[in-house]
């Protein structure tokens, strides 16, 4: 039995997953340098450790209403074969394992996110995750 290693993250009142692997770090909000003519859904630039890191606010991503940032705002650092992104999260708490025969299909309509970024949701005791595709997050749309 395989089991997938996640870090579980709030964005309002639904809870996400994203795979261990990919997140380099969990940063507290910082200042963020916004650049011209990004998507909306780019909150800009941020300085990680010397590497120049495009935010992407996944509230804007999914389209769900803005709320302010607060104490438990974090930016997860994502880091693929070929690119460092940070996603701005409601909150990032947990790091569970699943195993990933739990793993289910996305439904059709899942709170508003488009069914496109997501890669399953997890049903693990009396909790629901939703399991993001990360491919899909990232690509330029």
Known sequence: ???LKVIVFQLKDEEYAIEVDYVQ???RMQPV?????TPSFVTGVMNLRGVIT???NLRKRFEIEEKEYDEATRILVISTENLEIGFIVDGANDVIDIPTEKIEPTPEVVGGV???YL?????????LFTLLNLEKVIQKS
């Open 33 to 37: 340098t916004r650049i011209p003519g």
């Open 25 to 27: 770090s969990i940063e």
């Open 54 to 56: 495009p935010i992407i």
């Open 114 to 116: 488009e069914a496109e």
């Open 119 to 127: 890669r399953g949701v997890v049903k693990l005791d009396n909790r």
């Open 1 to 3: 039995m395989k089991n």
